[in-house]
């Protein structure tokens, strides 16, 4: 097929993909959405009133920055509100497999694209359908890392800032980052000491309640950062499925030598990279992978995140490396990351199997690279690359 037709295909793709959308929204903008605890957030931020709950697990977990982000959203009536952040969403996801077929498949880009817009959709689709911010997050990730590679310090912040904005949880790839990008630091700082004084240019005028929200959001991730729920789909739902809890004290000794681990393992691949860029979608892919297992409170939609990199590294080893094994091992994982749109019965076996297939793709994956490294280093030629794009 000429690329120019694919090329077509993807912006039908995507343009059916958001007109479906669209019109689920118009029947009823309030269903399936979690957009509404983000416009209460909002609201209670232009009149001045706290904006965490003080009980439950649930509701604004997000640093006070996401509720001034969201304002101009929120202002809006339903249908559009909706419609729009769904849009800002998809551009900035859309934007960061598009970025990723460029860097990687010069010669083949709209092809690629096409293929990594039809695998990525497994995973994507219960965010894009309940407006979560992770698939915007997930894009962002990609382009802060990506961009550290091409050390483009101040996109990188810029994306980074976006990521933090959008999840407290992005620290930790932040953090990566920073570890292995020392050129970064300086940059990096200025990013927190920015990060942190946000908020406060939006209440010139009340700045004690900026820094109560502060105290509040702090308290707050302390009490759900233990949910009692068995419905999160982190490491712990795969010893939940034998019928086993982890105690507190091991299951974050368990957390803390894993985020030791995956620092130790980058160190050690370092040594070894394709190129830049191929080592920064490592990082993603390690820090993403640590988040989705460590994270206590891990939903099934996160996985998006690893749809993305499993979306990249098979297309990369079967179109570049030619490594058919690994590529199609990690192609076949993909489907899984969707199943829970198959009803209930499968969201519950969902808690599970995504931890099992977070783990599946990143050792053999790791043990693909190690093994690469007996190699002699060659870069990767795009001109080479398979008949089958």
């Not at 793709?13 to 957030?41: D, E, G, K, M």
């Not at 900035?92 to 990723?100: S, Y």
């Not at 000491?193 to 109560?212: I, N």
């Not at 590529?327 to 198959?342: K, M, N, R, S």
Request: with cysteine.
């Amino acid at each position: 097929m000429k690329s120019s037709y694919l090329a077509l295909a993807s912006i039908v793709l995507w343009s059916v993909l958001l007109l479906s959308l669209s019109l689920l929204i118009f029947h009823n903008p309030t269903s399936r959405t979690v957009t509404l605890a983000y416009v209460q957030a909002s609201i209670r931020f232009l009149q001045k009133l706290p904006l965490y709950e003080s009980s439950g697990i649930h509701g604004f977990l997000y640093f006070p920055h996401f509720a001034i982000f969201f304002t101009p959203f929120a202002l809006l009536p339903p249908i559009p509100r909706e419609i729009l952040w769904r849009i800002f969403s998809l551009v900035i996801f859309v934007g960061a497999l598009r970025k990723l077929t460029s860097s990687f498949f010069p010669l083949h880009q709209d092809k690629v694209f096409f293929y990594f817009s039809l695998l990525i959709m497994f995973s994507a689709l219960a965010s894009i359908r309940n407006g979560q911010t992770n698939l915007a997050l997930s894009g962002s990730l990609v382009l802060s890392f990506l961009a550290c590679g091409e050390k483009n310090w101040l996109k990188a912040a810029f994306f980074f800032f976006l990521s933090l904005i959008l999840k407290p949880i992005a620290l930790f790839p932040f953090v990566y980052a920073t570890i292995f990008y020392p050129s970064f630091k300086k940059t990096a700082f200025w990013l927190v000491l920015l990060f942190v004084l946000f908020p406060f240019f939006f209440c010139l005028d009340h700045p004690l309640y900026m820094a109560e929200q502060y105290l509040l959001f702090t308290k707050r991730m302390t009490t759900v950062s233990q949910p009692n729920e068995a419905n999160f789909a982190d490491i712990q739902g795969l010893f939940r499925v034998v019928h086993v809890e982890l105690p507190f004290v091991l299951s974050l000794l368990i957390r803390s030598l894993a985020a030791i681990g995956v620092i130790l393992l980058a160190f050690r691949l370092k040594r070894w990279s394709k190129s830049p860029l191929f080592f920064s979608m490592l990082l993603y892919s390690f820090s993403t992978a640590y988040l989705l297992l460590c994270n206590p409170r891990t939903e099934l939609n996160s996985y998006v995140f690893l749809g993305l990199s499993l979306g990249f590294f098979s297309l990369y080893f079967l179109f570049v490396e030619k490594q058919k094994t690994i590529g199609l091992f990690l192609l076949a994982l993909q489907p899984f990351l969707g199943i829970e749109a198959f009803g209930k019965r499968w969201v519950e076996i969902g808690l599970w199997l995504k931890p099992l297939i977070c783990l599946l793709s990143q050792i053999p994956l790791t043990w693909q690279l190690f093994k690469e490294q007996t190699k002699p280093t060659i870069e990767s030629n795009p001109n080479s690359q398979s008949p089958l794009l």
